[in-house]
């Protein structure tokens, strides 16, 4: 299906003024013919008295980004898409078949639905309901939270938000059943295919990017990376219906709650066992400048065992976690 834009359509304020012009006449002329008992007049007058109003019927007005598809007996006659005042075939519909779909996005709930859950009704503009008109503007899809299993097969939680438009209105409402439905469907598929392809955190021995070499990738490190992959995926499966995905962004990434206290020790081991090897590496350099500064002074001479001794004691005080109680000898050194 070819999307057929209607730019000659923007007389809607002439037909209107030249309506409302042929029914004074028309009124006029039905009094003077009655009176007159002119029935030769009186007959047209009545008739558009009583039928002129079908013209009101193709009236349209749109507003700065938004689009109306029409359909006239089940054809498709072309798309309305730029603001304007617009008087076309009175018996032609707008045709919007996710006009009443409620997602989790911008544009589609008004501030009290969350609180209330009641949306808006439509307004009546130009005898068309806007819930038929097909918004253009960018819109964000802030999809629900999903578990899915990384490479490894730990369960994770996350969530992505989705920015899109409509760039093609006859693809949106022709080709798909429900373009926004399709959209939410194909975010949550394309979410699962690649987060599949990731670890957490870096893992070794995982290649994903699909090339046979470990990379160092991962959800939590590599979310520009992801969020890419993610947003490609999504525009190749949504492109038959008419749509354009600007951006994607995770918006949430967690450990499921089932894992997430045991993942947690484990980061905190890792992280113990990282910072105590800072610790000793160090302390160990510290002693070592210790004995190197006795020995070139000639302040004291000491024995291997001595020596022994006096490097335990220092590492003991370097890499304890609470502050050293020296005992004080204050007898000779032997």
């Known amino acids: 299906m070819k999307e057929k834009v209607l730019n000659n359509k923007k007389n809607g304020m002439l037909v209107l003024l030249l309506t409302l012009a042929l029914y004074v006449v028309a009124i006029l002329g039905m009094i003077f013919g009655i009176m007159n008992e002119n029935w030769i007049l009186v007959i047209p007058c009545g008739v558009w008295i009583a039928l002129g109003w079908i013209l009101f019927c193709g009236l349209r007005v749109l507003k700065p980004q938004e689009g109306l598809v029409l359909t006239l007996f089940g054809d498709y006659i072309g798309t309305l898409k730029s603001e304007g005042f617009y008087f076309v075939n009175p018996f032609s519909v707008g045709f919007n078949p996710a006009a009443k779909t409620k997602l989790n996005q911008s544009g589609d709930v008004d501030s009290q639905a969350k609180k209330t859950m009641i949306f808006t009704q439509p307004q009546i503009d130009g005898m068309e309901s806007t819930s038929k008109k097909i918004s253009l503007k960018v819109m964000t899809l802030n999809n629900n939270r999903q578990k899915i299993n990384d490479c490894l097969g730990n369960p994770v939680e996350i969530g992505i938000a989705v920015t899109w438009r409509v760039v093609d209105t006859a693809k949106a409402v022709f080709n798909v059943d429900n373009f926004k439905e399709y959209l939410s469907l194909q975010c949550d598929s394309a979410l699962r295919n690649i987060v599949r392809l990731y670890p957490y955190d870096v893992s070794p021995n995982v290649d994903t990017t699909g090339d046979g070499v470990a990379d160092e990738g991962s959800l939590r490190g590599s979310s520009e990376v992801v969020a890419l992959r993610i947003k490609e995926e999504i525009q190749g499966r949504v492109e038959e219906a008419g749509l354009e995905i600007l951006e994607a962004r995770i918006t949430y990434l967690a450990y499921a709650p089932e894992i997430a206290a045991v993942m947690l020790q484990r980061q905190q081991a890792s992280a113990i066992i990282d910072a105590r090897k800072m610790i000793v590496d160090g302390a160990v350099g510290m002693v070592e400048m210790a004995l190197e500064r006795l020995e070139e002074n000639d302040t004291i001479a000491l024995d291997d065992e001595r020596k022994?001794?006096?490097?335990?004691?220092?590492?003991?005080?370097?890499?304890?976690?609470?502050?050293?109680?020296?005992?004080?000898?204050?007898?000779?050194?032997?």
Do not use: E, K
């Open 308 to 334: 022994a001794a006096m490097v335990s004691n220092l590492l003991v005080v370097l890499c304890g976690n609470h502050d050293a109680q020296p005992i004080v000898n204050t007898g000779s050194l032997y």
